[in-house]
């Protein structure tokens, strides 16, 4: 029977095995003992995670002087920023699970993490679309963009999917307003859509759209009235353009699914959760405002799939009561010990050499022997 490995000649197999098992507990003992390091930008990190609950906690404030009433089932922890499962100004179906996990505000410090890898800074252009359908994800875009002092630029689409902020007395844009006058946030939208099909609430009664347009004019904002998609797209880069004052964007940031912005839920798979620097590769890609950015060589944050930004950022994905600030890989991260890795290496070599050394040593030997047994023996 033919060997289907390969081992080095002359070498044992227990001189291998040794070597093995010393390559294996250099492992484990470098993963037993890691050593943990704080990531970049922690302090803007946390600033921005504590500002993302300041804001959460004015919008309950609010929302309880306005004598709305919580649902437990569905907010359990009654953050406010979870809404009904159907109301007229509800675009589309929507995850509980993930509406829940959104109201972690250390989302703000992975997004603060996003825009630095972006090349962000002090007084940077920051295009941003967000949707009714995640106003917890939306306060933490704003907070790291607050952090990090960057100059925003917001479009809204106000319906939002089911859990969202899809109160008609109170929309994401109300929102917007509550957290402005209370000087939480320096900025707010300055245009809106009524979002859902189309970006125009295209299949919603005629009471779900008048709402939306209510909530517009109540927000004294430009209103995004087009016919079609495209028409909404085009409008839109309109606006950014017409407000970037000649300058050029750092970043776009999309926060949920806005029709407009990801270009259906086609174009919303299309790109990857969180941080994309460049096109989508693949043919036939959905025109949307995340496109037309990122062929502009503009960085895309992709506020979407939440799990997926949670898993890749460390942080839990479910609520909490009392959300810790400070928990996640985001800001500290548990990492090979370098210098223990260093020592592990140098051990193996330094069995390996050993090993080769004795093994090559018998084989001079046992040559000595033969060459000494070749010899004719002296006569007496």
């Known amino acids: 029977m033919k060997r289907i490995y390969w081992r080095p000649p002359g070498i044992s197999r227990r001189a291998l095995a040794m070597i093995a098992m010393v390559s294996v507990a250099a492992l484990l003992i470098v993963e037993r003992f890691p050593v943990v390091r704080t990531q970049r930008w922690h302090s803007d990190k946390l600033a921005a995670a504590r500002l993302s609950l300041d804001a959460m906690r004015a919008i309950k404030a609010e929302r309880a002087k306005r004598g709305v009433t919580f649902d437990r089932e569905a907010d359990p922890h009654e953050t406010g920023?979870?809404?009904?499962?159907?109301?007229?100004?509800?675009?589309?179906?929507?995850?509980?699970?993930?509406?829940?996990?959104?109201?972690?505000?250390?989302?703000?410090?992975?997004?603060?993490?996003?825009?630095?890898?972006?090349g962000v800074q002090r007084g940077d252009l920051v295009a941003v679309g967000v949707s009714g359908s995640f106003p917890a994800l939306a306060i933490s875009a704003f907070a790291a963009l607050e952090t990090v002092e960057a100059q925003p630029?917001?479009?809204?689409?106000?319906?939002?999917?089911?859990?969202?902020?899809?109160?008609?007395?109170?929309?994401?844009?109300?929102?917007?307003?509550?957290?402005?006058?209370?000087?939480?946030?320096?900025?707010?939208?300055?245009?809106?859509?009524?979002?859902?099909?189309?970006?125009?609430?295209?299949?919603?009664?005629?009471?779900?759209?008048?709402?939306?347009?209510?909530?517009?004019?109540?927000?004294?904002?430009?209103?995004?009235?087009?016919?079609?998609?495209?028409?909404?797209?085009?409008?839109?880069?309109?606006?950014?353009?017409?407000?970037?004052?000649?300058?050029?964007?750092?970043?776009?940031?999309?926060?949920?699914?806005?029709?407009?912005?990801?270009?259906?839920?086609?174009?919303?798979?299309?790109?990857?959760?969180?941080?994309?620097?460049?096109?989508?590769?693949?043919?036939?890609?959905?025109?949307?405002?995340?496109?037309?950015?990122?062929?502009?060589g503009v960085a895309v944050i992709h506020v979407s799939s939440i799990e997926a930004i949670a898993k890749t950022y460390g942080l839990k994905a479910d609520s909490e009561p009392e959300p810790r600030l400070g928990e996640g890989s985001v800001y500290v991260k548990a990492e090979p010990n370098r210098w223990l890795a260093g020592a592990g290496v140098l051990v193996i070599f330094g069995v390996m050499l050993a090993f080769i050394r004795m093994d090559l040593g018998m084989r001079i030997l046992r040559i000595r022997r033969r060459e000494a047994g070749k010899q004719p023996q002296q006569m007496v």
Do not use: C
Request: aromatic share 8%; hydrophobic share 40%.
């Open 81 to 118: 920023l979870i809404g009904q499962a159907l109301t007229p100004i509800t675009s589309n179906t929507g995850y509980i699970g993930a509406k829940r996990a959104s109201t972690n505000p250390n989302f703000a410090a992975a997004m603060v993490h996003m825009l630095k890898q972006s």
């Open 153 to 296: 630029i917001i479009i809204a689409s106000v319906s939002g999917s089911e859990w969202g902020a899809n109160d008609p007395a109170y929309t994401w844009l109300d929102m917007e307003r509550t957290l402005f006058d209370q000087k939480v946030f320096s900025f707010r939208s300055i245009a809106a859509s009524r979002g859902g099909i189309d970006d125009r609430g295209f299949g919603m009664s005629k009471e779900g759209r008048a709402l939306l347009d209510a909530a517009i004019a109540r927000a004294a904002v430009e209103r995004i009235d087009t016919v079609s998609l495209a028409e909404s797209i085009d409008r839109r880069m309109q606006i950014f353009d017409a407000r970037s004052n000649g300058r050029d964007y750092k970043a776009y940031i999309n926060v949920g699914g806005g029709s407009a912005s990801v270009g259906t839920h086609v174009g919303k798979k299309q790109f990857e959760p969180g941080l994309n620097t460049g096109v989508p590769r693949g043919e036939g890609l959905a025109d949307s405002v995340m496109l037309r950015f990122a062929e502009r």
